[in-house]
């Protein structure tokens, strides 16, 4: 795995963006795309570009998908704990002085982002935008573990056209986030946008938006 780090003033919180590079020098250009959104927000972005998408944000393997889906976000959040946290100052307690952590990410890495939030109290947030929430058995999961995510912000975001696919799984994306908004909207800051096109338009734009709520409810 490969880290990146974007430090835009002193201020504002930590937020880590799971993410890879499908094209040269993609995590730049995307977050190109979110400061040109953003430009006087203070934030620090550290973007840790997995090596394989499948396998290092799916969070349990499923005989519902081929074996690309391994299952190892556990051991992904592991490293990102060892090279990351720790290195930013995340105590021995799981706190940063001072500073809220979030999660961000996009696709696989939104339903990893909502994962890792259910999972470890570090986090405080998390921006999962056109997430895989359809993976096989992750609404159960959010139906039964709803009460680890109570005080936690979390922004939801999801083309209008996402639907529109041959894979019945992926088909009901926009049904599992609207779902997910409800199970979670009662007792936690949660906001669902439902945005123009398919699950690959406008990314940074996507992103940027999740962060600006994030900000303006700081």
């Known amino acids: ?11 504002g919180p930590l937020i880590l963006w799971g993410t890879y590079n499908f094209r040269e020098n993609e995590t730049e250009q995307t977050m190109e795309t979110i400061r040109q959104q953003l430009p006087d927000a203070e934030y620090t ?17 499923s005989k519902q ?9 556990e ?13 930013c100052g995340v105590d021995a307690a799981g706190k940063m002085p001072d500073r809220k952590i979030y999660i961000m990410g ?6 990893f982002a909502l994962w ?18 359809w993976y096989p ?8 573990d709803c009460h680890k995510l109570q005080g936690k912000k979390i922004y939801l975001s999801v083309g209008g056209k996402e639907a529109n696919t041959k894979d019945p799984l992926m088909a009901n994306v926009i049904m599992c986030t609207k779902e997910t908004y409800g199970f979670l909207k009662d ?7 439902l945005n123009s096109g398919g699950h690959f338009a406008d990314a940074g734009k996507r992103l940027a938006k999740g962060l600006r709520w994030m900000l303006e409810e700081e």
């Open 1 to 11: 795995m490969n880290i990146k780090k974007f430090c835009y003033g002193n201020q």
């Open 45 to 61: 972005v550290v973007a840790v570009e997995v090596d394989d998408w499948f396998r290092q944000f799916s969070p349990w393997p």
């Open 65 to 73: 998908l081929d074996g690309k889906f391994v299952g190892e976000a």
């Open 75 to 87: 051991k992904t959040w592991q490293w990102m704990e060892e090279h990351v946290l720790l290195e």
């Open 106 to 111: 996009y696709s696989l890495a939104g339903l």
């Open 116 to 133: 890792a939030l259910m999972e470890k109290p570090v986090l405080s947030g998390a921006i999962s935008c056109s997430g895989s929430l």
């Open 137 to 144: 058995d992750f609404m159960g999961k959010i139906q039964n």
């Open 187 to 193: 007792q936690n800051d949660v906001k669902y946008e």
